[in-house]
């Protein structure tokens, strides 16, 4: 960079100064869109797998009796599609509990329904409502869940809040190169006549565009660099406070990012953007001068 100031004084060009804090609100803006869809396209994806082909059954306590459950059982082993049928004990059922209320479901003091989990083969079960009229012969009270309902409902929000995400990674991505750009054509202004000097000395319009290069992927790399930082500290905060208030959903979820090399892509991202914007700018302006 010394050597660049000797040649080129990119010191007094005032705009060059805020590149840095541009490319860093884009990066942190990015990341943090790209983190929360990554997260819940991971949660989305694990709930999908885990239960699309569960159904849960939920008999309230007061009509719970160990004949009518039974029934029940003997009802679903005999329906076509219907791999397991199985009774959870209470223990089981406080565990299922813990993401929605914590690790402190034993001092729960409310009478919990007996839950009956039901494994299916989807390509053979489909008619849920035929089984639903069957269950309620048994016990009219009884409460089928099918997890494919409420599942569509959450991949139908997932797909839209993963499409929210692409258009603010495109915005930022097209702000980001507005503002390289701006930034460089400001530089070019600032310092024509020293390129034109330079130009009158031998120097090729490919040695120039290298010097503005070097500066961007300098300032771009320092913008970059600590966008990213700030940006996963912020998401090691959230999943701190989220397992600390033992909402075991959401610190899951954003604590279990697999895939951090589509992260890392971010500002890599930001810094060839920067550097292939800045070459394009100055060798076109660089064509119109005379």
Same mark, same amino acid.
Request: net charge positive.
């Given at each position: ?36 869809? *990554? ?16 159904? /849960? ?5 007061? /009509? ?30 406080? /565990? ?88 460089t054509k400001t530089g070019l202004a600032v310092h024509t006549p020293i390129?034109?000097? *330079? ?17 961007? *992927? ?18 090691y905060i959230f999943k701190t406070i989220a397992h600390d208030i033992e ?30 914007? /800045? ?12």
């Amino acid at each position: 960079m010394k050597q660049l100031r000797k040649e080129l004084p990119f010191d007094t060009d005032e705009v060059g100064r805020f590149l840095p804090w541009i490319i860093f609100f884009m990066v942190f803006l990015g990341l943090l869109a790209l983190a929360i869809t *990554l997260s819940v396209s991971e949660s989305i994806n694990g709930w999908n797998k885990n239960l699309s082909s569960h159904i /849960t059954i939920q008999v309230p306590p007061e /009509t719970a009796s160990s004949n009518d459950l039974q029934k029940v059982i003997t009802v679903l082993k005999s329906t076509k599609g219907i791999k397991k049928a199985q009774l959870l004990d209470s223990s089981t059922k406080l /565990t299922l509990m813990e993401p929605w209320l914590g690790k402190r479901t034993e001092n729960i003091s409310v009478l919990l329904p007996e839950v009956i989990d039901v494994e299916t083969d989807r390509n053979k079960f489909e008619n849920i409502s035929e089984l639903k009229l069957k269950l309620k012969k048994v016990i009219p009270e009884i409460i089928v869940d099918d997890h494919r309902e409420w599942l569509m409902r959450l991949i139908s929000a997932s797909e839209k809040i993963k499409a929210i995400s692409v258009a603010v990674l495109i915005l930022i991505g097209v702000i980001s190169v507005i503002s390289v750009m701006f930034a460089t054509k400001t530089g070019l202004a600032v310092h024509t006549p020293i390129i034109n000097l *330079l130009h009158l000395m031998g120097a090729k319009d490919t040695y120039i565009v290298n010097l503005f290069q070097l500066r961007v *992927l300098y300032l771009a790399i320092i913008g970059s660099l600590i966008g990213s930082v700030s940006a996963f500290i912020v998401l090691y905060i959230f999943k701190t406070i989220a397992h600390d208030i033992e909402l075991s959903i959401y610190s899951e979820s954003i604590g279990s990012l697999n895939n951090w090399f589509v992260l890392i892509l971010v500002p890599l991202m930001a810094i060839v953007v920067s550097v292939v914007t /800045t070459r394009r700018v100055v060798f076109r302006t660089l064509a119109r001068m005379p």
